[in-house]
């Protein structure tokens, strides 16, 4: 069975902080991993992928991946209320993206 | 464009009932996936679809029926509902690497 671990939360920050979330995995041929944000009774949204191992940028996000510990988290810079959220972490199985496994999330708030 | 469209929104079954939850995609996805999330739970795969006529089973198909005659279209079936079938129900298409997720439908059965 493979898994997907994240911390369960729930996460309160100051809005302006950095917001730290992270995921572990247990299958060491996951290629793929994927952040998504699930806003109160909405559907989840992609906001970040990453392949490589080290860092990805895409403005205020940075994911950050470590194959060699099965390790992959996301950091938020200068947090806003907006993102207050519950963040998904995602694996593609067998050494692709076809199929996703998904952690339970972890409810992040941002505290104006 | 309208993505990835839901019906019903939401519904209540009684225990023994049967219904079908229906998904349409308009982006001439080959790749469509039911999911289930149960409350502060993460998403579980039910069933997917690599293209028309194709179907396999996810994490949790116990219960559950799909049929893929187009690539729009991928309907979820229940058969004989039972309250572990209550759940919010998220169907997606699948662009080269990002899921689109469908606004979802809550499932409630008593």
């Known amino acids: 069975q493979k898994e997907v671990e994240q911390n369960s939360g729930p996460l309160s920050v100051p809005e302006g902080a950095i917001a730290s979330l992270n995921c572990t995995y247990s299958?060491?041929?996951?290629?793929?991993f994927f952040w998504y944000r699930q806003y109160s009774g909405k559907s989840p949204e992609l906001i970040m992928f990453i392949y490589s191992n080290g860092d990805k940028e895409d403005g205020r996000f940075t994911a950050q991946l470590n194959k060699a510990s099965q390790y992959v988290s996301l950091l938020i810079r200068d947090s806003q209320p907006s993102d207050s959220a519950t963040y998904l972490c995602a694996v593609g199985t067998q050494g692709g993206s076809e199929k996703l496994v998904f952690g339970k999330g972890t409810k992040l708030t941002v505290n104006p | 464009n309208a993505g990835v469209t839901q019906t019903p929104k939401f519904r209540i079954l009684k225990i023994g009932q049967s219904m079908t939850l229906q998904c349409t995609q308009d982006?001439?996805?080959?790749?469509m996936y039911w999911y289930r999330q149960d409350p502060g739970m993460g998403l579980k795969l039910i069933y997917y679809s690599v293209g028309a006529g194709i179907t396999d089973k996810g994490e949790v198909p116990n219960g559950y029926n799909v049929s893929r005659s187009t690539t729009e279209d991928f309907p979820l079936r229940l058969e004989l509902a039972a309250p572990s079938q209550t759940s919010v129900y998220f169907c997606?298409?699948?662009?080269?690497?990002?899921?689109?997720f469908g606004p979802g439908t809550r499932l409630t059965v008593t």
């Open positions: 982006m001439n996805h080959n790749y």
């Open positions: 299958d060491r041929g996951s290629q793929s």
């Open positions: 997606a298409s699948k662009s080269s690497y990002e899921q689109y």
